[in-house]
């Protein structure tokens, strides 16, 4: 893998408990929960997602795409997209690498490169300032003067 | 940590029944989606605060409550809580750390400052402020929510961010973040025969087919908005606060035929402002209306995020969805929605 930061069998599981996702039609969506950003895959980012997040390396993901149809350059942008989730904070390396999944998969054709959107929009709406400091009855206490 | 949920949990229903002895316990009680709701006053100052928005799910029924939640103040009962935890316990979105068990949920709503846990093999919860009177508005808005989200965590029943509007025979589910537009579209529709279910938090069902509930019986309008609305401003509940809050209005005090108790969805629409005149509605995919849906949802409403996902996902599989763009001339959304439901 040449053109890639990952080994062959280098794996990888979800970041955080904090992160969810849900698929919809071909496509998934991913909240962080702790950040606020949300994420959207198309068709081929929620496959490779499903894949790596099940236990797939990415090397094993795009060889799993490639034999069901995609063509030669989705290796280097599936890797790239991986590179992309590690980046987000979506994806961490996998303490113990668990068995990737060998069935053949459904790529959809024509092939499309995996894309992910990042959403950021929530953010200011939700996230309140850490709790730094209790009252002397070990509730959150606020700054003087907040509402 | 001073105690274990069990033990913590006790000693919060041991403070709310000397709470109620001294200032006397004020049971009321209210039907949500079929299931009995019982909350136990100590005192009326909560009371005064959290039942407006739900008195229209008021019932005399006597018989086993599914849920019965004890809410209590310190200020007014003298009642308080020692919570015993140093700060690194509390999660960043207000979830107390050791607490959150297969039997208990437990969190401290930052910024309305309420402290919740709900046991959920006695299907009780406790619900505590230090103050009820700084209880903020937006609280008595859609009072309880968190203790609905947990109480319908295993039950095809959701809490979502959205607003409702319809006929008794099928309506839409209005989705999006806050400041998308859904108080207007939802308000907008009461100058039709549309009723209305809810502008910013409804109940929805996902099986055994899609349908919503009304949970809140008051809109929510920007105060600049109010303009828009010939006669509400004259009904708004916190007039001399607008300055900081919302417009609070009650539909009971407004409109208090429009209010429905809900209906079966037919659709999901996303509004989206335009700025230009005219209002029209244009189809769109499941993941557009899973994005207006989702991330607000969950981001508002602490633990049982994947249950929750998994159940929002399965309402938006079984409707058609569509961007509702906007248009400056009211009158025109709920033409657009009606010729939609008709």
Known sequence: LPSSKFTATARFSVASPNIVWQAFDEESVAINLESGVYYSFNPAGALIWRLVEGGASPAEAAALVLESGAPPEALDQILGFCEKLLEESLLAPAANGTAPQTAPVETPLPWAPPTVSIYTDMQDLFLLDPIHDVDEAGWPSRPAGAA | ?342
């Open chain 2, 1 to 342: 940590l001073t105690a274990s949920p069990e033990q913590f949990y006790a000693e919060a229903r041991e403070r709310f029944e000397a709470a109620g002895a001294r200032a006397g316990v004020v049971e009321k009680r209210f039907r949500v989606a079929e299931r009995l709701l019982r909350l136990r006053f100590a005192g009326h100052a909560l009371e005064d605060q959290l039942t407006a928005a739900i008195e229209h799910l008021a019932t005399l029924d006597g018989g086993a409550p599914d849920l019965t939640v004890c809410l209590f103040d310190r200020a007014t009962t003298g009642a308080g809580l020692r919570a015993g935890w140093d700060a690194s316990a509390f999660g960043p979105r207000g979830e107390i750390t050791g607490f959150n068990t297969e039997r208990y949920r437990t969190a401290f709503q930052q910024g309305a400052d309420v402290f919740l846990m709900l046991d959920r093999q006695r299907s009780e919860a406790v619900y505590w402020v230090a103050d009820a009177a700084r209880v903020p508005y937006w609280e008595r808005s859609f009072p309880l929510r968190t203790a609905f989200h947990w109480w319908f965590e295993d039950l095809p029943l959701q809490p979502v961010h959205a607003a409702a509007v319809g006929f008794a025979e099928g309506g839409v589910l209005i989705t999006g973040p806050s400041g998308c537009g859904k108080s207007t579209t939802a308000l907008a529709c009461l100058s039709s025969g549309l009723l209305y279910a809810g502008d910013d938090y409804v109940l929805v069902a996902n099986a055994p087919s899609p349908h919503v509930y009304c949970l809140y019986c008051n809109a929510k309008l920007e105060p600049d908005n109010l303009a828009r609305f010939p006669g509400v401003r004259a009904h708004v509940d916190n007039p001399d606060r607008l300055d900081r809050e919302k417009a609070l209005i009650f539909l009971r005090s407004w409109l208090p035929g429009k209010l429905c108790a809900g209906f079966p969805l037919r659709a999901i629409v996303t509004p989206r402002v335009t700025g230009r005149r005219d209002t029209s509605l244009i189809h769109a995919g499941a993941l557009e209306a899973v994005r207006a849906l989702a991330p607000t949802t969950l981001l508002h409403l602490l633990g049982g995020e994947r249950k929750a996902f998994a159940k929002i996902a399965g309402l938006v599989c079984q409707l058609p969805c569509y961007i509702l763009e906007v248009g400056t001339d009211l009158a025109q959304i709920p033409v657009r929605i009606t010729e939609l439901l008709r």
